[in-house]
């Protein structure tokens, strides 16, 4: 399966698990029923009464929504608060010893690699266990947290393993499929907590007449608990395979099963549990088993053996591994063909969508090392981090143009800001242009400690800095989009990403857009420009049924932020052809220049579907037309 077919997969695995828990709740509300006619002494005189059955299905479905709706709620915010519940602190690289810069070190390459935003790092200080976990809604708002136990007993080779394990949690859409568990189990929860509140408010009193009451708040109890029971049950199954999945990725990345294989044997003789009460909502997130054994052990763990886990992934041939992307065609020869050793095609492009080569990855490595000292230091400060982001907007090519925004940037910024920013500016005009992309996404945890007011009046100047140029360039654009996106979970933490789009038909418009844009950036002559646009555009599902214009549309990228933005909201399936189509423009004539590699790259990051880094083979350059 490729990454769109994952994403697919666990939307339809979310409409099983509401199916699942839906059976769950029906079962309660029958129990429920059952006490309530011995509460009001009607048993066993009457057994059936539609009247309070319908009562007593309302109130439990009210409860356990409200429960779930609740929790949901809290935890829109992003994986953060999980972190925070769980007892972690951000690792911060001013803050962070040697094995904490490590840690930062392997997560910035596997996010460079993987096209997504860095992810925020949280350390669980209290945790002596070797245990790690990844949480959010969407690739763009997912942290990793990670164990003090990890660091102190892992090894760089194990801890790439850990990291690329949850890695794909992240881009196979799990981390979302995990937070809905907490809210449904939270709704359930929520029952056996008003059982015990009753009985609590009863068990003392003296008066007969609170007996029945008292009854019935233990009943609630015995059977909100038989409902955790379940939906422990459902969660245990849903996530054993989710995990083996996750660990066939993680060697799939690293091209390394000695990794996982080193940390599944420690522990073997260490533990993962955790001493955190809230590690119990939060147990099927993690890397390994995080609670204590019970009885029901063999049931309820949401994670497979680790003897069986061992036995998976030593039995790897890396030499040969099949893709989890699409068993049909090897890793190696996609990794190549879309690094540029080869002609990439189209299908390659879409089937690297959310996986990470061992050419990516070692791309990333090569990248950070050569980073100058300066730059790997600012990326990582707050202040330094916005100095970047104003440096990438100056106008690098016309001196004049450059003069006019640092004069109009001291109006707004701090004084040492703005000789920082031209400090940097320096520094990255001595770069390869297409380190421009990865040198933004270095930046976002850092800009993501700023307020929500901060991160907007940073989006504003930066918007401010290229007006004042006068010509919006296809990179101005690019940095406004994506700088816009991946600071979205701080500027609006609460906003949703579900799905509104399934046909064609509603996101046809926005799609010519796109398409049409694409062509544009990639030629100047007319016929090749048409050429390639309708080459996109036959991608399209439908296109035989729909009206299609012969030549790219007029549009501007206020439009084109418009439309994609809409297509946002589209299916993983729609989103699939999306990319599919683009990148048929894109690779009509085989080659990807960097201001096509640029935009594609952008369109697909805030669509949330990451494209891996185009790479050049023999240079690690782009290829130029």
């Known amino acids: 399966m490729n990454f ?22 029906a079962v309660m509300i029958v129990a429920i029923y059952i006490a309530t006619l011995f509460l009001f002494r009607m048993a066993p005189r009457i057994w059936w009464h539609s009247g309070l059955f ?8 009210i409860a356990i929504a409200l429960g779930s709706l609740y929790k949901i709620a809290y935890l829109r915010e992003g994986g953060s608060i999980i972190a925070q519940e769980l007892g972690g602190r951000l690792l911060l690289p001013e803050t962070a010893d040697e094995q904490g810069r490590q840690l930062l070190n392997i997560v910035e390459e596997m996010a460079i690699a993987s096209g997504i935003s860095v992810p925020e790092v949280y350390l669980l200080d209290r945790e002596t266990s070797i245990n790690a976990f990844a949480a959010g809604f969407t690739p763009n708002d997912a942290v990793i947290g990670v164990t003090r136990g990890s660091l102190q007993h892992l090894n760089r080779d194990e801890l790439q393993g850990v990291i690329g394990h949850e890695f794909s949690h992240i881009l196979n859409g799990d981390m979302r499929l995990n937070l809905r568990l907490v809210g449904l189990l939270h709704g359930i929860l929520f029952i056996y907590l008003t059982g015990e509140l009753l009985w609590r408010l009863r068990a003392g009193s003296r008066e007969d007449k609170g007996l029945p009451l008292w009854a019935f708040g233990l009943a609630l109890m015995a059977i909100g608990g038989i409902g955790l029971f379940c939906g422990r049950l459902i969660k245990a199954a849903v996530s054993r395979q989710r995990e083996f999945l996750a660990d066939a990725s993680a060697v799939q990345f690293t091209r390394n099963p000695n990794g996982l294989t080193g940390v599944f044997q420690k522990l073997q003789h260490m533990d993962s549990r955790l001493i955190s009460p809230s590690a119990e909502a939060a147990s099927h997130m993690f890397f390994g088993n995080a609670l204590n054994p019970s009885f029901w052990e063999d049931m309820l763990s949401t994670h497979p053996p680790l003897a069986e886990r061992i036995r998976r992934v030593g039995g790897v041939n890396v030499s040969n591994l099949p893709p989890i992307r699409d068993r049909t065609r090897s890793q190696e020869s996609l990794a190549m063909g879309f690094a540029g050793g080869a002609n990439a095609t189209p299908e390659q492009v879409v089937n690297q969508v959310g996986t990470v080569a061992p050419e990516h990855f070692a791309h990333a490595q090569a990248l950070l090392s050569q980073l100058p000292e300066s730059l790997r230091l600012a990326v990582r400060q707050q202040e330094s981090a916005m100095a970047i982001a104003f440096a990438l907007a100056l106008d690098t090519e016309n001196i004049e143009v450059q003069e006019r925004q640092i004069a109009w940037l001291r109006e707004v910024q701090p004084g040492d800001l703005v000789e920082k920013t031209l400090e940097l500016s320096s520094e990255i005009r001595q770069l390869d242009p297409s380190i421009r992309l990865p040198l933004v996404d270095l930046t976002v945890p850092a800009l993501r400690q700023n307020s929500a007011k901060e991160c907007q009046r940073l989006c504003k100047c930066v918007h401010g800095l290229v007006k004042v140029s006068g010509n ?9 989009l994506i700088l816009w996106h991946r600071l979205q979970p701080c500027i609006n933490p609460t906003s949703s990403t579900t799905v509104e789009f399934t046909t064609i038909e509603q996101i046809w418009p926005d799609s010519i857009l796109i398409l049409s844009a694409l062509a544009r950036v990639g030629h100047s002559e007319p016929d090749a420009m048409a050429y390639a646009f309708r080459s996109g555009v036959f991608r399209l599902p439908k296109a035989g049924e729909q009206e299609k214009p012969d030549t790219p549309v007029p549009c501007n990228f206020s439009d084109i932020k418009k439309s994609i933005e809409r297509l946002q909201l589209a299916s993983p399936k729609l989103k699939q052809a999306i990319i599919d189509a683009c990148a048929h423009t894109v690779l009509l004539d085989n080659k990807v220049t960097p201001k096509e590699a640029d935009l594609l790259r952008a369109i697909a990051m805030t669509l949330d579907c990451p494209i891996p880094p185009f790479l050049n083979s023999q240079r690690g350059v782009l290829k130029q037309k």
């Open 472 to 480: 919006l360039s296809l990179w101005d654009f690019v940095l406004q």
């Open 54 to 61: 319908l009562y007593v299905a309302g109130i439990t479905i």
């Open 4 to 25: 769109f077919e994952h994403q697919d997969r666990a939307r339809q695995n979310t409409q099983k698990l509401i199916g699942l828990f839906s059976l769950s709740i």
